[in-house]
């Protein structure tokens, strides 16, 4: 390839191994969520909610990187399965509160152990995944608000 053109190679690029690898990964995440009936994205929104109990969907999204179109049908889907609530706020309407239901804190009990069996489909020392760690949030942190 000429010289000028090396900029564009695929070997040259950071974010293809980012993309392949978050694309595999979240594939390695599938059968560990099959046994919850989540997808990865709504395993993400619970882990804030396990963490939170209670957030705006507003405050979910900055978290988790979604926009509202993403973030509605997933929530709903969530509020069906009985893992969460969504309420108008009384004090503004305009804001949506996400609360955790019972059924939803039980849930983390039975996701207590997918870290684990994910970090052994993963390459890295622990002290390597640190590290990759905050590689990437230092990354993420460039495109602007950062959670």
Known sequence: MEERYEALKLDNQVCFPLYACAKEIVRRYKPYLDELDLTYTQYIAMMVLWEQKNITVKELGRK?????????????????????????DRGDERILNISLTEEGLALRESALSIPERMAGCVNLQPEEGKQ???????????FGEMP
């Open 64 to 88: 988790l990187y979604l926009d509202s179109g993403t973030l509605t049908p997933l929530l709903k889907k969530l509020e069906q399965k009985g893992y969460l609530r969504r309420e108008r």
């Open 132 to 142: 990759l760690y905050l590689l990437l949030r230092k990354i993420m942190q460039g």
